[in-house]
């Protein structure tokens, strides 16, 4: 089965900090990505990765930056904590998408609250 | 992205067939049906999808229709841990990105 393991399950940071979000794959996908999910606003794409060191802004990238510096690791930056960024985050990956036809595999998430 | 409809909810009991119904009469001719669901506190987890023919797999089958405007996914014996929110997703042929709308909850009862 497809493992996507998310560093943390449940996280508390202050606003203003730098925080790091990993996740590692272990399917040897092409493609990664990072979302959120809210109440209301179901999931929402940040960023995503279609190759070591190659991104692509999502629909929300804003106060986010993103790394890949090896294909099974990607990893999401909140540059400077804001608290409407509280959010839950999840990683996914999936193999290079073609016609549609490759499914995304995600993490359990993690619960991130920005105080 | 072409636009599903779901029903808000469904309940179901235990060890029943489940027949969980999505409307895409946008569909255009290359976009895959995907189904995933997400249980509480969980991400979501890809079920199964199909462009025109059904599938079948452990978790779940999917009958698409014939003129393709509508899908259900059929999970052939409900169990407790099936409660969950299904979603009915279209897959360009281009796009990356999952795009999810609300879904259904399912419930089970025992």
């Known amino acids: 089965d497809v493992k996507v393991t998310q560093s943390s399950r449940y996280l508390v940071k202050r606003t203003g900090e730098k925080v790091f979000l990993e996740c590692v794959q272990d399917m040897d996908h092409e493609n990664m990505f990072w979302y959120r999910q809210d109440p209301g606003l179901g999931l929402r794409l940040i960023y995503f990765s279609y190759d070591v060191k190659m991104k692509e802004k999502g629909d929300i990238p804003e106060g986010y930056s993103v790394s890949r510096e090896k294909k099974e690791r990607f990893s999401l930056i909140l540059e400077s904590a804001s608290t409407n960024q509280t959010s839950m985050y999840l990683c996914a990956s999936s193999f290079a998408a073609r016609g549609g036809n490759q499914p995304q595999h995600f993490g359990d998430g993690t619960r991130l609250s920005i105080l | 992205d072409a636009k599903t409809t779901q029903p808000n909810s469904m309940e179901s009991n235990e060890e029943e067939p489940v027949h969980l119904p999505c409307n895409h009469s946008?569909?255009?001719?290359?976009?895959?049906i995907h189904w995933y669901r997400q249980l509480p506190s969980q991400g979501p987890e890809y079920v199964i999808h199909?462009?025109?023919s059904n599938v079948n797999n452990r978790m779940a089958s999917l009958a698409i229709a014939e003129d393709r405007k509508s899908s259900t996914l059929i999970l052939h014996r409900a169990t407790l841990r099936d409660a969950a929110v299904y979603y009915c997703i279209l897959r360009t042929s281009y796009g990356n990105k999952l795009v999810f709308g609300a879904g259904t909850i399912l419930r089970v009862k025992s």
């Open positions: 199909g462009l025109t």
């Open positions: 946008t569909i255009s001719g290359t976009d895959y």
